[in-house]
């Protein structure tokens, strides 16, 4: 079936270091991408998107890698912090069709080591 | 910015209760939406709501029903809880305009003793 996947559950970066959260996707008619941040004991905040004619997107010290050739997408946080502990998920989307729910990952658990 | 409330952050209820959760958004949002998250099965979509009196059954539905009366307001109610529905819940909501951004309330952690 359609699927959204993580390659890490877990990930622990030292402090200061650059994180880099992978996800698979198994839906080639996926067209946008979402990566959400949920801290302990709060909903899921959105932080970045993509669409599926980019394959580069940066905000503010994170950035969106989106290769649909091999269906994978990454997020990468440069010069992490503490606060940037979180659990981590990508979602997609499919415009085209007017889905209105996007399917969820699983999450990764990032640890930021002082 | 987008603001989704919820109306508890903890509840505890008892098998077989009757149970309410609420959620309000400020935004105009069309659509609205629950899911549960539980450790290791992530978000998985109950039930979803695209206009005032509309829903659409998500990917886990039995157990749970929905009513959209107001477009601001989305209620999840288990009709007679289980332990098994022991869980966050998490409601989120959305533009038909946009990309399907969904923005997230705070989440409901509910036991059922």
């Known amino acids: 079936g359609e699927s959204v996947g993580l390659h890490l559950p877990t990930l622990s970066v030292q402090e200061g270091d650059n994180s880099i959260i992978n996800c698979a996707y198994s839906?080639?008619?996926?067209?946008?991408f979402i990566w959400y941040k949920q801290e302990s004991g709060k909903g899921p905040q959105f932080i970045i998107d993509i669409r599926s004619n980019m394959d580069k997107r940066q905000g503010q010290r994170v950035t969106v890698l989106l290769n649909k050739t091999v269906k994978h997408l990454s997020l990468q946080i440069a010069a992490t912090q503490p606060g940037d502990s979180a659990v981590y998920f990508c979602?997609?989307?499919?415009?085209?069709?007017?889905?209105?729910?996007?399917?969820f990952g699983s999450g990764t658990r990032l640890q930021v080591q002082p | 910015d987008v603001k989704v409330t919820q109306s508890s952050r903890y509840l505890v209820k008892r098998t077989g209760e009757k149970v309410f959760l609420e959620c309000v958004q400020d935004?105009?949002?069309?659509?609205m939406f629950w899911y549960r998250q539980d450790p290791g099965l992530g978000l998985r979509l109950i039930y979803f709501?695209?206009?005032?009196?509309?829903?659409e059954k998500g990917d886990i539905p039995e157990g749970y029903s929905v009513s959209r009366e107001k477009k601001e307001r989305f209620s999840l109610i288990l009709e007679s809880a289980s332990t098994n529905q022991t869980s966050m819940y998490l409601c989120a909501s959305s533009t038909q305009q946009g990309d399907g951004t969904q923005y997230f309330g705070p989440g409901t952690r509910l036991t059922v003793l």
């Open positions: 709501s695209y206009d005032v009196k509309m829903k």
């Open positions: 979602a997609e989307n499919m415009m085209d069709t007017g889905r209105r729910a996007l399917t």
């Open positions: 839906n080639s008619a996926s067209d946008y």
């Open positions: 935004m105009d949002h069309e659509n």
